[in-house]
T-cell receptor
Framework: QQQVKQSPQSLIVQKGGISIINCAYE??????FPWYQQFPGKGPALLIA?????SEKKEGRFTISFNKSAKQFSLHIMDSQPGDSATYFC????????????FGAGTRLFVKA | ETGVTQSPTHLIKTRGQQVTLRCSSQ?????VSWYQQALGQGPQFIFQ???????GRGNFPPRFSGLQFPNYSSELNVNALELDDSALYLC???????????FGPGTRLTVT
C-alpha cells in the first residue's frame, strides 16, 4: 500500500517530441506528489509537484496530470531536448510517519538529437 | 545547486565497520531527511529530524542512527556495515510546514 509504481523503466524520445512517464499509487492518504530529475552523480532535483485537489499543473515545458479516482499521475515533457536526458522519479508523501516520501523506481529518459 | 552540502563525496569501508556521513542544510531549513539510494533504484526514506529529534522513520534497522545539531546540520551513522549498505546516501532539507525538500549531491558509500 506504500508503493508507488512507475513506468516505463526507460524511454527514448526524439528531440522535439513529448516524453510521458506514468505513476500509480494505492495509499489515498498521500497528499503531495512531486517529480524529481536526477543527473548522474547528482542528487534529485525537485522539478514540479501537485496536490490531489488539482487535476493538472504546468510549469514551462513540464506538466503533471493527476487522476485522483484512478490513483494515477503522469509527467509530460513537451518539446523534449537532449538536455532533458536524465532519470526521473515520481514520489508521494503522506502525513503519517513523519515526512515519509515514497519514490518510484525511476525512468531513464534519453532524448535523441 | 540547492545549497545542501554533504561530505564526504565518496567513502570505502569494510564490512563490520562504522561510518558517519554529514549534511549541511540549506540556509533557513530546519528539517532534514536522509535517504538511501541503491544503484538503479529510487531513494528510500531512512528517517527525518526536526528540532534535534527523530520524528519519522522508514524500514531501516536501529544500526542506522542520526543526529541533528542546533545549526540544523546533521549526521547519519551506520554501525556494523553490511555489503548491502553500499549505496548513495542523500540528505534533503526543508522548512517545517513546507512540502518542498531539496537534496544534496549525496555520499557514495562502498562496503567491501
Amino acid at each position: 500500500q506504500q508503493q508507488v509504481k512507475q513506468s516505463p523503466q526507460s524511454l527514448i524520445v526524439q528531440k522535439g517530441g513529448i516524453s510521458i512517464i506514468n505513476c500509480a499509487y494505492e495509499n489515498t492518504a498521500f497528499d503531495y506528489f512531486p517529480w524529481y530529475q536526477q543527473f548522474p552523480g547528482k542528487g534529485p532535483a525537485l522539478l514540479i509537484a501537485i496536490r490531489p485537489d488539482v487535476s493538472e499543473k504546468k510549469e514551462g515545458r513540464f506538466t503533471i496530470s493527476f487522476n485522483k479516482s484512478a490513483k494515477q499521475f503522469s509527467l509530460h515533457i513537451m518539446d523534449s531536448q537532449p538536455g532533458d536526458s536524465a532519470t526521473y522519479f515520481c514520489a508521494a508523501k503522506g502525513d503519517t510517519g513523519g515526512f515519509k516520501t515514497i519514490f518510484g523506481a525511476g525512468t531513464r529518459l534519453f532524448v535523441k538529437a | 545547486e540547492t545549497g545542501v552540502t554533504q561530505s564526504p563525496t565518496h567513502l570505502i569501508k569494510t564490512r563490520g565497520q562504522q561510518v558517519t556521513l554529514r549534511c549541511s542544510s540549506q540556509s533557513g531549513h530546519n528539517t532534514v531527511s536522509w535517504y538511501q539510494q541503491a544503484l538503479g533504484q529510487g531513494p528510500q526514506f531512512i528517517f527525518q529530524y526536526y528540532r534535534e529529534e527523530e520524528n519519522g522513520r522508514g524500514n531501516f534497522p536501529p544500526r542506522f542512527s542520526g543526529l541533528q545539531f542546533p545549526n540544523y546540520s546533521s549526521e547519519l551513522n551506520v554501525n556494523a556495515l553490511e555489503l548491502d549498505d553500499s549505496a548513495l546516501y542523500l540528505c534533503a532539507s526543508r522548512v517545517a510546514g513546507s512540502d518542498e525538500q531539496y537534496f544534496g549531491p549525496g555520499t557514495r558509500l562502498t562496503v567491501t
